[in-house]
Nanobody, 123 residues
Framework: QVQLVESGGGLVQAGGSLRLSCAAS????????MGWYRQAPGKQRELVAG???????NYADSVKGRFTISRDNAKNTVYLQMNSLKPEDTAVYYC?????????????????WGQGTQVTVSS
């Protein structure tokens, strides 16, 4: 019922920048929140940044001041601008959507995950 398409990952040198995008589509009634998580090899998935439909944001301490999350409500899209990247930012980055969606004429609330996009920062 709901699809997420991520883009923008890649290879960058330390100190560089990348911008991730995640577009949601499907039978969405409303979006409650969107966020970015990451998972490095051998580590648990962790929250990087989140944003509510009203625009409230939160960040992991490790990315504060370097990453910025934003959203375009009209396009159901969330972005993650990553500046001053460090090798320890290397991970697969996942978009997460908390939304209310249609099943037939009924509404359900649920979480959806993107397929993940690789970010590699070389030293």
């Amino acid at each position: 019922q709901v699809q997420l398409v991520e883009s923008g990952g890649g290879l960058v040198q330390a100190g560089g920048s990348l911008r991730l995008s995640c577009a949601a589509s499907g039978r969405i009634f409303s979006i409650n929140a969107m966020g970015w998580y990451r998972q490095a090899p051998g580590k648990q998935r962790e929250l990087v940044a989140g944003i509510t439909i009203s625009g409230s944001t939160n960040y992991a301490d490790s990315v504060k001041g370097r990453f910025t999350i934003s959203r375009d409500n009209a396009k159901n899209t969330v972005y993650l601008q990553m500046n001053s990247l460090k090798p320890e930012d290397t991970a697969v980055y996942y978009c997460k959507l908390d939304c209310t969606y249609y099943i037939g004429t009924s509404l359900r609330r649920g979480d959806y995950w993107g397929q993940g996009t690789q970010v590699t920062v070389s030293s």
